[in-house]
């Protein structure tokens, strides 16, 4: 299975399972594809060099929306973390 057909799956699989908060954070390569595909094409150096603009500015918003899942989910995790501390703090500080 090619690297594309194995995300597309993975995505539908968040749409039909309970994981529907990843649904939204896949890359998109398709359009990534797109968009750096003209970069590999003989082109003149002001239509090269606006497609390059595009593919970056689509780039780092693609990097942007993984970080951002991620800063959000390591910040779930700490305060989980965080509680489950404080609950044995608690416990401790009763047993004694």
């Known amino acids: 299975m090619k690297f594309g057909q194995r995300m597309r799956a993975e995505e539908a699989a968040c749409l039909l399972g309970n994981r529907l908060e990843l649904a939204d954070r896949f890359v ?4 990534l594809k797109k968009l750096i ?23 780092l918003h693609e990097i942007n929306q993984v970080n951002d899942f991620f800063v959000n989910k390591e910040s779930e995790y700490c305060d989980y973390m965080t509680n489950k501390l404080g609950e044995r703090v608690r416990i401790l500080e009763v047993s004694t």
Do not use: M
Request: proline letters at 4%; aromatic letters at 8%; hydrophobic letters at 30%.
């Open 37 to 59: 595909k003209p970069l590999t094409a003989q082109t003149d150096s002001a239509s090269q060099e606006a497609h390059e603009q595009t593919f970056v500015r689509a780039l």
């Open 28 to 31: 998109n390569y398709k359009c």
